[in-house]
């Protein structure tokens, strides 16, 4: 199984070129998904991406589990925070 940089310098070498070069000073990915879902192993799935994300691409995450009560009015929330 391929490490999470391994992953990331892969990826950017094969996008070299492709793309427009733009620098940013900062990234900050947010990832969510269901505090309550039958999805076995989402956590860990969501934990992996989280530090492809931050080891490989030095991106900044905010994660944020739906919850099932109130979960729009909860999300809007957190999504209104997050761009804030």
């Given at each position: 199984m391929l490490d999470s940089l391994t992953i990331a310098h892969d990826f950017n070498r094969h996008i070299s070129g492709s793309l427009p070069r733009t620098e940013y000073r900062k990234v900050t990915a947010c990832l969510l998904y269901w505090l309550e879902n039958d999805l076995k192993g989402c956590t860990a799935e969501v934990d992996k991406?989280?530090?492809?994300?931050?080891?490989?691409?030095?991106?900044?995450?905010?994660?944020?589990?739906?919850?099932?009560?109130?979960?729009?009015?909860?999300?809007?929330?957190?999504l209104a925070s997050f761009v804030a």
């Open positions: 991406l989280r530090r492809l994300l931050e080891d490989g691409f030095e991106f900044s995450t905010y994660t944020f589990q739906i919850p099932n009560e109130r979960s729009e009015a909860n999300l809007h929330k957190e």
